[in-house]
């Protein structure tokens, strides 16, 4: 059983297939056709809605926190517990709410089928600033695509909607909701099946491994936007999953004087703020990674665990020397990440072991990281090639050398021939150049519809040159915003 609150309708859910998405909930149980299906894979942003969900501030009073995401990715049993908001409870006593408002004022629509989300998404802007802001508008909308207007509207309603905020029906019913999201957060760990496929909803680490031994077949939730379009786009049906979200130990960032520990159950957002104070080319990476309804989602140990060799997060993790401690029962070990990948999709995980968190060490004074990622589009795109450099340098001589890229091999990988090529050598042109040959050495690429085999070698030779480049003219700006 779920129960979560429909805008302000609570629902209690016994009997629901766990594949269903919560874009087919609203549209044909919940009879809310607002929310609408563009692609089913969480890169249109038509089904764009807004979920509420208890939050600790630094005094540890529980306040609401909204945050957009793509429907059309989330699964049912996230919910749990949860307040989900769709376009057709923002009007208000025959009211339009203020970002609907301004996107008729701005002519923000005009076949309005993308609408709906472009509103969601604006209404989420509005509840997390405090004023307009064109880089936050920016980072709000681009996962949402419109076919007609253009955007310059859209932008323009966004700014509008910021600077004349006013409290709204949210605002005023937020003590109610928090206290009734209190009543029906969740106590134990509970289950939401149709007879026949099942999705289980542990609190904690201890009760997951227990279910996950019990159950060696069953798939991990986390933020589901890989895992939902095996559903979505490939028409599976997932007998068994058990959700992760509630297990509030595998979830948030810690300092300590050394390392990061992350949970990895921690949505990208909540990852970013750390890692970029630490490494800002990673924070500004993440900004980069997908959407924001996917970061509001995704997961950093979901993106390390579906073992894509185009992940953006695992060639920086591998070249700052991350590990992850894998679980299995009551035991745990910790495995550097570079060894976790083994092939295309094969991973050194073993049955009813799971990714529990994730280490990444702490910046020293001593050693230069850099990351780039190569798109055909700058925003909400996957990468032809990404690339991550970290050395050390003591008197102009390269003692410590990582290096490593997505997008060149089956696997994540390092480049250990050009990191050879480096160590114990001058930084120099003329060394740059010679690591640059051996990168041929340690990739053989392939080519696909993102990129051929040889633009992909060049591009990565290229981005050892601009690191070089950057590290000798430290007062020009860095960047990971390349694209072709």
Known sequence: MIQ?????ELKTERSLNPNMTVLTYLREQAHKPGTKEGCASGDCGACTVVVGELHSDTD???TLRYRSLNSCLTFMASLHGKQLISVEDLKHQGQLHSVQKAMVECHGSQCGFCTPGFVMSLFALQKNSSEADAHQAHEALAG??????????????????CAQ????????????TVERLRAIAPAGTDELNDGEKRCFIPLTVADLADLYDSHPQARLLAGGTDLALEVTQFHKQLPVMIYVGHIDEMKGVKRFDDRLEIGAATPLTDCYAALKAEYPDFGELLQRFASLQIRNQGT????IGNASPIGDSPPLLIALGAQIVLRKGNSQRTLALEDYFIDYKV????ESEFIEKIIVPTATSRQTFRAYKVSKRLDDDISA?????????????IREARIAFGGMAAIPKRAAACEQALIGQPWSHATVERACAALSEDFTPLSDFRASKEYRLLSAQNLLRKY????????????VTDYV
């Open 468 to 479: 070089f480049i950057e590290l000798q003219t430290p007062a020009v700006p860095t960047r």
């Open 385 to 397: 090639v990404c690339a991550a450099f970290r050395l050390t340098l003591e008197d102009g001589v």
């Open 144 to 161: 949402n695509l419109c076919r007609c207007t253009g955007y310059r509207p859209i932008l323009a309603a966004a700014e509008q909607s």
């Open 300 to 303: 950093l140990g979901g993106n």
């Open 165 to 176: 905020r006013l409290p709204d029906q949210f605002d005023q019913r937020q003590t109610q």
């Open 4 to 8: 979560f609150l429909l805008n302000q």
């Open 60 to 62: 540890g009073e529980q």
């Open 347 to 350: 991973t050194a995980r073993q």
